[in-house]
């Protein structure tokens, strides 16, 4: 069983930046498709992004909610995939899970491995 395991949360003011990574210690992520997902209180998980590790640059996926604010990456050397996120909103609020897929595709995968979260708040 796959691990995966967020950073880089904090407390971010409005119009701000943050950079969050998903790592999966002895396990290889480039292989598999991950996604973002935003949970709050009392609600299920929404998808926020998703990068293809068969089709990145045609299987990517990302919410209306960020579209043009966020970017989904990886870096295979370090085994890692981030999510930068811009121009933040307070409705960017809630914990971001990191989810590793059962496939290669965001599209025909399902998400199989979830981390614990990483806190995003966005207030003044």
């Known amino acids: 069983q796959v691990h995966p395991v967020e950073a880089g949360g904090g407390l971010v003011q409005p119009g701000g930046s943050l950079t969050l990574s998903c790592s999966a210690s002895?396990?290889?992520?480039?292989?598999?498709?991950v996604g973002w997902y935003r949970q709050v209180p009392g609600q299920e998980p929404d998808k926020v992004a998703c990068?293809?590790?068969?089709?990145?640059?045609?299987?990517?996926f990302y919410a209306d909610s960020v579209k043009g604010r966020s970017t989904i990456s990886r870096d295979n050397a370090k085994n890692t995939v981030y999510l930068q996120m811009n121009s933040l909103k307070s409705e960017d609020t809630g914990v971001y899970l990191c989810?590793?897929?059962?496939?290669?595709?965001?599209?025909?995968?399902?998400?199989?491995?979830w981390g614990q979260g990483t806190q995003v708040t966005v207030s003044s």
């Open positions: 990068l293809s590790s068969s089709s990145p640059d045609t299987d990517t």
């Open positions: 002895g396990f290889f992520l480039a292989a598999y498709a």
């Open positions: 989810a590793v897929y059962s496939g290669s595709s965001c599209t025909w995968a399902l998400p199989q491995d």
